[in-house]
């Protein structure tokens, strides 16, 4: 079966680099889902959502709707609406597609997501190394406004609502949620203990409801196209479409928006994104961003449905469906160590397993990629690994702890023979290569301290 | 090869804080301040418009301005600028260039391209050009991987680099 594009939220969307105006947009049928909307009660509009069993995009995969049900009623304090586009996942730019190229359907859908929980204000944050982004954002907020469609009056309904872009500043943390809103609120991007969830007591402890920029986008569909035909796409496990990023040793490096129950992992990486680059054979792909296990290139792996449960089953993630590939060439302990570099630069430091195991397991890579490793720190690192957590292991604040062990655990399952080739080997093939270098610039460096 | 170079922090407040005057940011700043419950939570977008407006880091005199207009302690103004990797408390460069470093770029050959700036610049990775150009940094993944390698000059974005491509490029913009 030849793989299918099935354009929803991009569809009608301009290429990259070009940003969908307002007119542009509701000549195909922008804002219409906002009339519809403001014409229901809010529990209608939570209602069609929940039926259509819409998953969080942002990697969790938890039904959106029932999220939306948490907001305790009648507390007295305001609601807020905060829309997660802080994408740093290593791998995924799918939320880019939609912020720099449709952004009024994200404004639009976190209007109708304020209606439905009861806020008045929602704060879409996005990353800053997403500055054209931002801007795109902050030009669709205006236009939304100065067309009624944001402010004191919305579409003359007497409805307040007003959304506001807040940029990061470089911080992978700041993407889970919790450290999002420390970060909306002025500070450092700590994450915070649940309970009290943050439908609970979020920003300023008021009702908080966190969705990612794809979750948010899904909503004008929902409440304009209807529940049948939204879930058209996908299946129950993983109703809608999917935005899928795919990157790494293919041809052609790509985002595309698939039905996740028809599309396999095998057609997302050999047809969509054209095969392994250089006429090479796959040996590995991490099929939901960096943080989730490593899938080898086996059947029972590959011939699965994107979906959440079918990807599990093949005990991987879907995650945020950021898809990098390896071809045969690469070194696992090279990829490992990449990443666990990334994992403990990006640990906020609250939590003593996450703080110091980030950087234990990046040092004991390090040790057995730079060729001073011994057999048994294979197993050892293995063992370190359940010490700083693994999925639902619950011994940090967040999940990013958990995140760097899903990766060193699966590299290491299905990849062991790497690691013992570079214990064997005198290091990583990528540092006997490079083991020039990286000598001259210690003994430079060693001559410049003695100056 | 230099190492990255930083400022002694009790010299930081000699070097000149140039940009235009707080009052004159102000009028920029309040309606940002408006969007939120709490002067506080207008932090990062503040530092964002003061760090811009005056040459791309945040002086000393910056950071006490700001901790007074948001009422705020000056050392969680200095603890917010250090905890992400985007606000400067060091003089940079005219233009900020980020490399990303991490694995979609590096299977596709991110570290050759640091390796060949670092070489026909003569610098490490985190330094400064000696003409004050160009501040050269690696950066976690930046989102762009369907272009890797790649890098940001700022907010223009550059992918499919080769290590000639990459130095070509930065040679090859107006000076």
Same mark, same amino acid.
């Given at each position: 079966?030849?793989?299918?594009?099935?354009?929803?939220?991009?569809?009608?969307?301009?290429? &990259?680099?070009?940003?969908?105006?307002?007119?542009?947009?509701?000549?195909?049928?922008?804002?219409?889902?906002?009339?519809?909307?403001?014409?229901?009660?809010?529990?209608?509009?939570?209602?069609?959502?929940?039926?259509?069993?819409?998953?969080?995009?942002?990697?969790?995969?938890?039904?959106?709707?029932?999220?939306?049900?948490?907001? #305790?009623?009648?507390?007295?304090?305001?609601?807020?609406?905060?829309?997660?586009?802080?994408?740093?996942? @290593?791998?995924?730019?799918?939320?880019?597609?939609? &912020?720099?190229?449709?952004?009024?359907?994200?404004?639009?859908?976190?209007?109708?997501? !304020?209606?439905?929980?009861?806020?008045?204000?929602?704060?879409?944050?996005?990353?800053?190394?997403?500055?054209?982004?931002?801007? !795109?954002?902050?030009?669709?907020?205006?236009?939304?406004?100065?067309?009624?469609?944001?402010? %004191?009056?919305?579409?003359?309904?007497?409805?307040? !609502?007003?959304?506001?872009?807040?940029?990061?500043?470089?911080?992978?943390?700041?993407?889970?949620?919790?450290?999002?809103?420390?970060?909306?609120?002025?500070?450092?991007?700590? #994450?915070?203990?649940?309970? #009290?969830?943050?439908?609970?007591?979020?920003?300023?402890?008021?009702?908080?409801? &966190?969705?990612?920029?794809?979750?948010?986008?899904?909503?004008?569909?929902?409440?304009?196209?209807?529940?049948?035909?939204?879930?058209?796409?996908?299946?129950?496990?993983?109703?809608?479409?999917?935005?899928?990023?795919?990157?790494?040793?293919?041809?052609?490096?790509?985002?595309?928006?698939?039905? @996740?129950?028809?599309?396999?992992?095998?057609? &997302?990486?050999?047809?969509?994104?054209?095969?392994?680059?250089?006429?090479? =054979?796959?040996?590995?792909?991490?099929?939901?961003?960096?943080?989730?296990?490593?899938?080898?290139?086996?059947?029972?792996?590959? %011939?699965?449905?994107?979906?959440?449960?079918?990807?599990?089953?093949?005990?991987?993630?879907?995650?945020?469906?950021?898809?990098?590939?390896? %071809?045969?060439?690469?070194?696992?302990?090279?990829?490992?160590?990449?990443?666990?570099?990334?994992?403990?630069?990006?640990?906020?430091?609250?939590?003593? #397993?996450?703080?110091?195991?980030?950087?234990?397991?990046?040092?004991?890579? =390090?040790?057995?990629?730079?060729?001073?490793?011994?057999?048994?720190?294979?197993?050892?690192? %293995?063992?370190?690994?359940?010490?700083?957590?693994?999925?639902?292991?619950?011994?940090?604040?967040?999940?990013?702890?958990?995140?760097?062990?899903?990766?060193?655990?699966?590299?290491?399952?299905?990849?062991?023979?790497?690691?013992?080739?570079?214990?064997?080997?005198?290091?990583? @093939?990528?540092?006997?290569?490079?083991?020039?270098?990286?000598?001259?610039?210690?003994?430079? =460096?060693?001559?410049?301290?003695?100056? | 090869?230099?190492?990255?170079?930083?400022?002694?922090?009790?010299?930081? +407040?000699?070097?000149?804080?140039?940009?235009?005057?707080?009052?004159?940011?102000?009028?920029?700043?309040?309606?940002?301040?408006? $969007?939120?419950? /709490?002067? *506080? *939570?207008?932090?990062?977008?503040?530092?964002?418009?003061?760090?811009? *407006?005056?040459?791309?880091?945040?002086?000393?005199?910056?950071? $006490?301005?700001? +901790?007074?207009?948001? +009422?705020?302690? /000056?050392?969680?103004?200095?603890?917010?600028?250090?905890?992400?990797?985007?606000?400067?408390? /060091?003089?940079?460069?005219?233009?900020?260039?980020?490399v990303?470093?991490?694995?979609?770029?590096?299977?596709?050959?991110?570290?050759?391209v640091?390796?060949a700036l670092?070489?026909?610049?003569?610098?490490?990775?985190?330094?400064?050009?000696?003409?004050?150009?160009?501040?050269?940094?690696?950066?976690?993944?930046?989102?762009?991987?369907?272009? +890797?390698?790649?890098m940001?000059?700022?907010?223009?974005?550059h992918?499919?680099l080769t290590p000639e491509s990459a130095v070509k490029t930065l040679?090859?913009?107006?000076?």
């Amino acid at each position: 079966m030849s793989a299918v594009e099935f354009p929803r939220l991009l569809k009608g969307a301009p290429p &990259i680099g070009k940003r969908q105006t307002l007119a542009e947009y509701e000549a195909n049928g922008g804002y219409q889902a906002l009339k519809k909307g403001l014409a229901q009660t809010p529990d209608e509009i939570t209602k069609m959502v929940l039926d259509t069993g819409l998953r969080g995009r942002g990697g969790a995969g938890f039904p959106a709707g029932r999220k939306w049900t948490f907001v #305790p009623k009648n507390t007295g304090k305001p609601v807020y609406l905060a829309v997660n586009g802080d994408e740093s996942e @290593p791998g995924c730019f799918k939320d880019r597609q939609i &912020i720099e190229r449709v952004p009024h359907l994200l404004v639009e859908g976190a209007i109708l997501a !304020c209606r439905a929980i009861g806020a008045n204000t929602a704060y879409v944050y996005i990353r800053g190394e997403y500055p054209i982004g931002i801007r !795109c954002m902050e030009e669709a907020v205006d236009e939304a406004r100065a067309a009624g469609y944001l402010g %004191d009056n919305v579409m003359g309904s007497g409805w307040k !609502c007003d959304v506001w872009i807040h940029s990061g500043a470089g911080a992978y943390i700041c993407g889970e949620e919790t450290g999002m809103l420390s970060s909306i609120e002025g500070g450092r991007g700590y #994450p915070r203990i649940k309970p #009290p969830f943050p439908a609970v007591e979020g920003l300023w402890r008021s009702p908080t409801i &966190i969705n990612n920029v794809e979750t948010i986008a899904n909503v004008p569909l929902i409440v304009r196209d209807g529940v049948a035909d939204w879930k058209s796409s996908g299946d129950a496990d993983t109703p809608g479409t999917r935005l899928v990023g795919v990157s790494g040793h293919v041809n052609r490096p790509c985002h595309i928006e698939i039905d @996740p129950a028809k599309t396999t992992l095998r057609e &997302i990486i050999f047809d969509h994104a054209g095969g392994i680059w250089k006429g090479r =054979h796959l040996k590995a792909v991490i099929p939901g961003g960096s943080s989730v296990p490593v899938l080898p290139n086996k059947p029972e792996a590959l %011939d699965v449905p994107f979906t959440y449960g079918a990807v599990k089953n093949a005990g991987s993630l879907a995650g945020a469906a950021g898809v990098i590939v390896m %071809d045969e060439t690469t070194c696992m302990v090279d990829a490992l160590l990449n990443l666990m570099e990334f994992y403990h630069h990006e640990s906020c430091g609250q939590c003593t #397993p996450c703080r110091e195991g980030t950087g234990w397991l990046e040092k004991l890579v =390090h040790r057995i990629w730079a060729g001073q490793g011994r057999m048994e720190d294979v197993d050892l690192l %293995d063992r370190v690994a359940d010490t700083v957590g693994g999925a639902g292991a619950g011994k940090t604040i967040c999940f990013l702890a958990d995140s760097a062990v899903m990766p060193t655990k699966s590299f290491i399952k299905h990849f062991r023979a790497d690691f013992e080739a570079a214990v064997r080997g005198g290091g990583s @093939p990528v540092y006997l290569a490079r083991k020039a270098r990286i000598d001259r610039k210690h003994a430079s =460096h060693a001559v410049g301290a003695a100056h | 090869m230099t190492t990255t170079k930083r400022v002694d922090p009790a010299e930081l +407040a000699k070097l000149p804080c140039t940009g235009p005057s707080f009052d004159d940011l102000r009028g920029k700043l309040d309606p940002i301040v408006a $969007r939120y419950p /709490q002067r *506080a *939570a207008a932090l990062l977008p503040v530092l964002w418009v003061v760090q811009r *407006a005056r040459a791309g880091w945040l002086h000393p005199k910056s950071i $006490r301005e700001v +901790a007074e207009y948001l +009422a705020v302690p /000056q050392a969680h103004v200095e603890g917010v600028i250090t905890f992400y990797t985007m606000f400067k408390d /060091q003089p940079v460069g005219r233009d900020v260039v980020v490399v990303c470093k991490t694995l979609s770029c590096r299977l596709r050959g991110a570290q050759e391209v640091m390796d060949a700036l670092e070489d026909h610049f003569g610098i490490d990775m985190g330094g400064t050009t000696k003409d004050g150009r160009y501040t050269i940094e690696t950066g976690e993944c930046l989102g762009l991987c369907d272009m +890797a390698p790649c890098m940001t000059i700022d907010e223009e974005r550059h992918g499919n680099l080769t290590p000639e491509s990459a130095v070509k490029t930065l040679e090859g913009r107006p000076r």
